[in-house]
């Protein structure tokens, strides 16, 4: 097991604190590095592959960006140029809401579907090889302490 000190290369020791805190953010680029590998060959970028999850839970009902923003995993995306990007390939479409002429609605594409479930054994198998190491206690142990950082 790499201790973060040497992934830094740091010769300083680190209070517990700031030590925990690089560790995570050091650990957080590697998670995202990976899953950009798996990703990469598609054309998609993570947060573009969020949105697509988003509308395929929506489960044929429309998303509207809003929705879709305060979904998202990285809050800082701009999620109408992902949206934007998304139609250019053929994985969603946009449409003016029937009823209400101010809504737009959102919605995945059969093709968008397709995508998704040509990537969903791969990035399984992605999170799987991530969290190996991990008994399933030690992962419920790891959620846990992940969500009382964020409370």
Same mark, same amino acid.
């Given at each position: 097991i790499m201790k973060i000190e040497e992934?830094?290369?740091t010769m300083h020791p680190m209070g517990l604190t700031t030590k925990t805190v690089i560790n995570l953010m050091y650990t957080s680029r590697?998670?995202?590095e990976?899953?950009?590998t798996v990703l990469k060959p598609h054309d998609l970028s993570? @947060?573009?592959y969020n949105v697509l999850r988003i509308l395929r839970g929506q489960?044929?009902? @429309?998303a509207n960006a809003?929705?879709?923003q305060e979904r998202m995993v990285d809050k800082s995306s701009n999620t109408t140029r992902l949206i934007d990007k998304l139609i250019k390939k053929g994985w969603v479409r946009r449409q003016v809401c029937a009823n209400n002429r101010r809504k737009v609605e959102i919605?995945?594409?059969a093709d968008g579907l397709a995508t998704l479930t040509e990537l969903d054994p791969l990035t399984e198998a992605n999170n799987e090889e991530l969290v190996c190491?991990?008994?399933n206690e030690e992962l419920n142990t790891l959620n846990n302490l992940l969500d009382k950082l964020r409370s």
């Amino acid at each position: 097991i790499m201790k973060i000190e040497e992934a830094i290369k740091t010769m300083h020791p680190m209070g517990l604190t700031t030590k925990t805190v690089i560790n995570l953010m050091y650990t957080s680029r590697a998670v995202e590095e990976a899953i950009q590998t798996v990703l990469k060959p598609h054309d998609l970028s993570i @947060p573009q592959y969020n949105v697509l999850r988003i509308l395929r839970g929506q489960k044929g009902q @429309p998303a509207n960006a809003s929705t879709i923003q305060e979904r998202m995993v990285d809050k800082s995306s701009n999620t109408t140029r992902l949206i934007d990007k998304l139609i250019k390939k053929g994985w969603v479409r946009r449409q003016v809401c029937a009823n209400n002429r101010r809504k737009v609605e959102i919605f995945i594409t059969a093709d968008g579907l397709a995508t998704l479930t040509e990537l969903d054994p791969l990035t399984e198998a992605n999170n799987e090889e991530l969290v190996c190491q991990f008994s399933n206690e030690e992962l419920n142990t790891l959620n846990n302490l992940l969500d009382k950082l964020r409370s």
